[in-house]
């Protein structure tokens, strides 16, 4: 079974620039979740789709970061402009979900620094 | 916002010794998973504990989960260097709409010294 795929693993940019992170989740898998994860800290939740419908954004920052689920498939996180404070690693995960929160499946990352 | 809080926030032991780590959350629950992340990459789950159970075991593994107290804890016995890593616990509710929400701690990092 394929893993959640993500990209670039790598991105660095200057601040007030903007950037683009990719996901392509686990086939089958409804539910699709972007974290933010700060060094030396647990991730942060900030957008959660099922299917191609968004079911929690609470915590995501809209007047800079965007992010969509086209087809219920495939995911793009979007940050402009990017701020100092936005470095940190971005994790897509995914789960079937049920309605209880079952385990999710977490992609390696994208490790964002903003210069 | 962060759920959970985990104790100690960093440990170090030997080889062959076992390893506690300890969550504490405050609102109720469906379920608590405990994740573990390399240096480096994502997070892999471990084991999951519904809220109507106490107690599980995965190989190595030991959970435990105790509602009235908000509390659980993940025993790792006989460590190995390999055990080496972040360890999170993530507490399971209910979410918007039919799907479930996922709130992660700040995580207990562990050393196993060789």
């Known amino acids: 079974e394929a893993g959640v795929a993500q990209s670039p693993r790598y991105k660095i940019i200057e601040k007030r620039q903007s950037v683009a992170f990719w996901c392509n989740p686990i086939?089958?898998?409804?539910?699709l979740y972007w974290y933010q994860q700060i060094l030396g800290q647990g991730p942060k939740l900030l957008i959660q789709?099922?299917?191609?419908?968004?079911?929690?954004d609470s915590q995501l920052p809209k007047d800079r970061f965007s992010a969509e689920r086209l087809k219920g498939v495939d995911s793009t996180l979007k940050i402009q402009p990017a701020k100092l404070e936005d470095s940190a690693v971005y994790l897509c995960?995914?789960?079937?979900?049920?309605?209880?929160?079952?385990?999710?499946?977490f992609g390696s990352g994208t490790q964002l620094s903003v210069l | 916002s962060q759920q959970g809080e985990e104790d100690p926030q960093a440990l170090s032991i030997q080889e062959g010794e076992n390893a506690t780590m300890n969550c504490s959350y405050k609102?109720?629950?469906?379920?608590l998973q405990w994740y573990r992340q390399n240096s480096g990459r994502g997070l892999v789950h471990l084991i999951l504990?519904?809220?109507?159970?106490r107690e599980k075991h995965s190989g190595r593994l030991r959970v435990t989960l105790d509602t009235s107290k908000k509390s659980s804890s993940l025993l790792i016995t006989a460590s190995r260097a390999a055990d080496t890593a972040s360890y999170f616990c993530?507490?399971?509710?209910?979410?918007?709409?039919?799907?479930?929400?996922?709130?992660f701690g700040q995580g207990t990092t562990l050393q196993v010294k060789p």
């Open positions: 609102t109720s629950i469906n379920n």
């Open positions: 504990i519904r809220s109507n159970e």
């Open positions: 789709f099922q299917n191609n419908g968004v079911v929690d």
């Open positions: 086939s089958g898998h409804a539910t």
């Open positions: 995960a995914s789960s079937l979900d049920r309605g209880s929160g079952e385990k999710l499946f």
């Open positions: 993530a507490t399971g509710s209910h979410g918007s709409g039919n799907t479930g929400k996922l709130i």
